[in-house]
């Protein structure tokens, strides 16, 4: 079974507007990771937040995470077309050493 | 350009064929990841090897096998193959043989069984 499910499934922005993306997952995790994939390409690393940290920042991209609640949020800011894609999150449980566990996704659309 | 390649990027075969996909991952990294991504299914990791040596298992069927050569690059093995192992294979690469580090994927390659 997945360890992340991300909401919404699917979203559709307009260029400019923020894009929030959320992930939650059911066991203790060392990590959560974001992932962008462009239609039928591979996926590509966006960023890697870690279980003692609350926020990270890249560019226009901030991600959140809250082990209390176990969730992440993925905020894209100032939307581009560009940034049509979908997005995974993944999860680095504690009771696995190597593996990432990957969510179902969150086809994102925006429009120019 | 992640740095990994795979091989072919299209393969088409019959049912009960056997197929073999070929990863290289990128300079300087040591572990090697297979996943299975299908719209049913989603993105299923397989199998991973690092330097050479098995680490970890996932949802990867008996007829489905692969190993990682002396020179780091991988290769998995399909069997006895199911119209419903149509799917893109995706290897990734990263440095370190931990969930702590971020992978580099491939381009993939597209699977189909007719």
């Known amino acids: 079974s997945q360890q992340g499910e991300e909401d919404p499934q699917a979203l559709s922005i307009q260029e400019g507007e923020n894009a929030t993306m959320n992930c939650s997952y059911k066991t203790s995790i060392n990590n959560l990771q974001w992932y962008r994939q462009n239609s039928g390409r591979g996926l590509v690393h966006l960023i890697l937040i870690r279980s003692n940290e609350r926020e990270k920042h890249s560019g226009r991209l901030r991600v959140t995470l809250d082990t209390s609640k176990k969730s992440s949020s993925l905020l894209i800011t100032a939307s581009r077309a560009a940034d049509t894609a979908s997005y995974f999150c993944a999860t680095a449980r504690m009771d696995s050493s190597y593996k990432l566990i990957f969510g179902s996704g969150t086809r994102l659309l925006v429009r120019p | 350009d992640s740095g990994v390649t795979q091989t072919p990027k299209h393969l088409i075969t019959a049912t009960g064929q056997r197929v073999t996909l070929r990863c290289s991952p990128r300079s300087g990294d040591l572990s090697v990841y297979w996943y299975q991504q299908s719209l049913d299914q989603g993105l299923q990791f397989l199998i991973q090897?690092?330097?050479?040596?098995?680490?970890a298992k996932g949802n990867i069927l008996e007829r489905f096998s692969a190993q990682q050569f002396p020179d780091l690059h991988s290769e998995l093995n399909l069997s006895s193959l199911e119209l419903g192992d149509s799917a893109l294979y995706f290897c990734?690469?990263?440095?370190?043989?931990?969930?702590?580090?971020?992978?580099?994927f491939g381009p993939g390659t597209r699977l189909t069984v007719t």
């Open positions: 090897y690092y330097n050479g040596e098995e680490r």
């Open positions: 990734a690469s990263s440095v370190g043989d931990s969930q702590n580090y971020e992978q580099y």
